[in-house]
């Protein structure tokens, strides 16, 4: 997972900690904490990865299509 961009290991992270959740309860979890607490860049990172097919688990996915449905669009 090295050549993955923070962003991306980190959400793969805070992903391990919602392992006891129902998947779309914990990607709706997490994409509500990024955007409370992560940089609008860091998402938009976050996302580009995802879009350009980064390995990651399915509920990073989940969380990425979340935070491009609420994205302004600038």
Known sequence: MDELGPEVRMVS???????HRPA??????????????????????????????ADVDPVVVRVAQLLSSSAPAS
Request: hydrophobic share 60%; charged share 30%.
């Open 24 to 53: 779309d309860d914990a990607a709706a979890a997490i994409a509500a904490h990024l955007r409370r607490f992560w940089d609008p860049r860091m998402r938009r990172r976050l996302v580009a990865a995802v879009d350009a097919g």
């Open 13 to 19: 992270d805070i992903v391990v900690q919602f392992a």
